[in-house]
């Protein structure tokens, strides 16, 4: 089955700026929408943004202005550039998507790629 594969998470002080990617596995069709989720220690998952097929984007009220989501439909890869990281973004971040692929339609997820802001 696919699966969404992420990178781009390291370590990076207050302030400084990452870029998440975001793609699937193996072979697909299309993708619908994509999320970023961000899971800290002891706390529960939270979407932090999204992004429709057609380019509509949300965010969080915590990454507004901070955060930009978007997607290159012809590679079919989703990004998320965080600039003025704080340490309360530290967290693992998943990547999830509806995509349809040989098999039918699969609500995918990646594995999850590590932040840590440092203060």
């Known amino acids: 089955q696919v699966q969404l594969v992420e990178s781009g998470g390291d370590l990076v002080q207050a302030g400084g700026s990452l870029r998440l990617s975001c793609r699937p596995s193996?072979?697909?069709?299309?993708?619908?929408?994509m999320r970023w989720f961000r899971q800290a220690p002891g706390k529960e998952r939270e979407l932090v943004a999204s992004?429709?097929?057609?380019?509509?984007?949300n965010y969080a009220d915590s990454v507004k202005g901070r955060f930009t989501i978007s997607r290159d439909n012809a590679k079919n890869t989703g990004y998320l550039q965080m600039n003025s990281l704080k340490p309360e973004d530290t967290a693992v971040y998943y990547c999830?998507?509806?995509?349809?692929w040989g098999a039918g339609p699969v609500d995918a997820w990646g594995q999850g790629t590590l932040v840590t802001v440092s203060s």
């Open positions: 999830n998507a509806q995509i349809l």
């Open positions: 193996g072979s697909i069709i299309s993708i619908n929408t």
């Open positions: 992004i429709t097929s057609g380019g509509t984007t």
